[in-house]
Each structure stands twice: as structure tokens, then as C-alpha cells.
């Protein structure tokens, strides 16, 4: 038993370094913490920072009693507001359990929300009135990353026993999910970090298109309908089903070569001498 679980934490671990996707990273977390704690609901937020007001923002929320799945790869939008860090006065906001473990980088566990003494359930209990179902055992976890910032907060409603009766969790499941949080939090942390150098990249790159379009009336907004026809090119070979190009795809990360070469393709005209860019005729030097 011990050695079964071990090889499937293994592979979990290495599923999650490899997800390159982030929003089917965040499911991916949800879904292993769930299977391995026997949570029959679950919800994921990511911490929001760059806002005046700092904020916990779903990301994916589950429930397999009412077959629920919301936001990731699902297509379907979360409803919930984001849960505040601050209060209206300027403190913490200790009254929502996430938030308290947000700043106290502590795990909670709950064995029954509606007894839980000194947070504010109002909102689960809401929850529950309009979808017919009893949370009860609540167990709340920080992702922690490697400079000791808490860049998410899970949280697992209602552990199932082998006969499908709601139980608290145990201090197992709590380990459990304590190490697979911190895990998924290094792995979201990285994906995060690379897509912040890709946002810089494409940054950069829209940086010279613009000034390339700038060295000449002739040739303004060239470089900005350039990307949007070889979009429309690539879909239309991608969409094809009969003929050579039938089985043309690209991948995610093709699609994003082509993206920034299709706004790279003029960049030599950054360094070409302005009289040729507006010249009056193609062979001007020849007739001038």
C-alpha cells in the first residue's frame, strides 16, 4: 500500500512539473489533492496582488455530489466574487477562513463549517440554500512557494469515507495535501514566472513592430495586420479536412512561433536608412 502510494505521488509530482498549460494546471491540482484526500468538493484561488485592493480569485471550483465543475479548461465562468485580503479598515481580513490562512500560512481543518467558530460562513451557508447541499468538514490549505509567499489557497469541502458518508479529515489527508500544496505551488510559481517573460517578450516585440510602422507613412499598421492575416491563414490550413493540408495542425507552442515571428517579420527595417523605406520608385537609384 505504502509503496503504491508512494509511485502515484511520484507520478503526480512529475504530471504537474510537466503541465505547461495553466489552466489545466490549475485542474490538475485540484483533481490530485481531491483523489488523494477523498474531498467531494474543492475550490482553487490564486493570490492577486497587482490591484489596489488585494484580492484571493477562484480559479477553479468543483463539486462531484452536484456535478459542478467551474472555470480551467471547463469554458464555464465562476460566478463568486474574489474574496478580500483587506478589510474596509486596513486589516487583515481575519473573518474568511482562506484569507486567515492566506496570512497566517497555516492550514485549517474543519470538521463542520457551520460550527466553525470565528470565521464567517455566511457565504457557504448561502451556497448550500440555493443548491440543496451541507458542507460540513472544511480543510483549507496554503501554496506556499520557495520564498515563503503564498501564491494560492485550496480549499477541500466534505472528505467521503469508503460508503460515501461525509467525514472530517483526518491528520493524513492534511499531510497529504500540505505536501502536494507545496508542490503545486513551486510548479505555478515557475508557470507563472514564465509566462511573465513570455508577457515581456511579446511586449518587446509589439515595441518594434510600432516603431518599425513609425519610420514610414507607406507602410503603416503593416506590421500589426501582418499577425492577424497569418492567423487567419494558419486557422483556415488548421481547419482544412480534405486535400495536402488535411493533416495540418500546429501545436500551442507552434502557434505561438508563428505568432511572434509573424510580428518580427519586418524587423530589419529598423536599421534600413529611411530614403529607401520611401523611395519613389523600386529602382530609384537607377532613375534618380
Not at 85 to 106: E, M, Y
Amino acid at each position: 500500500m505504502a509503496n503504491t502510494l508512494l509511485t502515484r505521488l511520484i507520478d503526480v509530482i512529475t504530471s504537474l512539473s510537466s503541465e505547461r498549460q495553466i489552466d489545466s494546471l490549475y485542474e490538475k491540482i485540484v483533481d490530485t489533492v481531491q483523489e488523494f484526500t477523498g474531498a467531494d468538493g474543492a475550490s482553487l484561488y490564486v493570490t492577486d496582488t497587482d490591484s489596489d485592493q488585494p484580492v484571493l480569485r477562484f480559479v477553479i471550483f468543483t463539486n462531484k455530489t452536484l456535478n459542478v465543475r467551474l472555470g480551467g479548461t471547463s469554458g464555464n465562468k465562476i460566478p463568486f466574487q474574489p474574496i478580500r485580503l483587506i478589510d474596509d479598515t486596513g486589516a487583515h481580513n481575519s473573518r474568511n477562513v482562506s484569507a486567515w490562512v492566506f496570512h497566517n500560512k497555516q492550514a485549517i481543518n474543519i470538521e463542520d463549517a457551520y460550527e466553525g467558530g470565528g470565521f464567517d460562513f455566511s457565504g457557504t451557508k448561502q451556497f448550500d440554500q440555493n443548491t440543496n447541499y451541507r458542507s460540513q468538514s472544511l480543510l483549507t490549505l496554503p501554496l506556499i512557494n520557495h520564498e515563503e509567499d503564498v501564491v494560492g489557497i485550496l480549499q477541500l469541502i466534505n472528505a467521503q469515507d469508503d460508503h460515501g458518508n461525509t467525514v472530517p479529515f483526518d491528520l493524513f489527508s492534511e499531510s497529504l495535501g500540505l505536501a502536494l500544496a507545496s508542490a503545486a505551488a513551486v510548479t505555478l510559481d515557475t508557470q507563472r514566472l514564465i509566462q511573465s517573460h513570455k508577457d515581456l517578450l511579446d511586449a518587446f516585440v509589439r515595441a518594434i513592430a510600432k516603431a518599425i510602422d513609425a519610420k514610414s507613412a507607406h507602410t503603416s499598421a503593416h506590421c500589426e495586420r501582418v499577425p492577424a492575416l497569418t492567423e487567419m491563414l494558419a486557422r483556415a490550413a488548421c481547419n482544412t479536412n480534405t486535400g495536402p493540408l488535411k493533416d495540418f495542425s500546429l501545436t500551442d507552442d507552434e502557434w505561438y512561433e508563428l505568432n511572434v515571428a509573424a510580428w518580427l517579420h519586418d524587423c530589419g527595417k529598423l536599421t534600413t536608412p529611411d530614403h529607401i523605406l520611401d523611395k519613389s520608385t523600386k529602382l530609384f537609384l537607377l532613375n534618380d
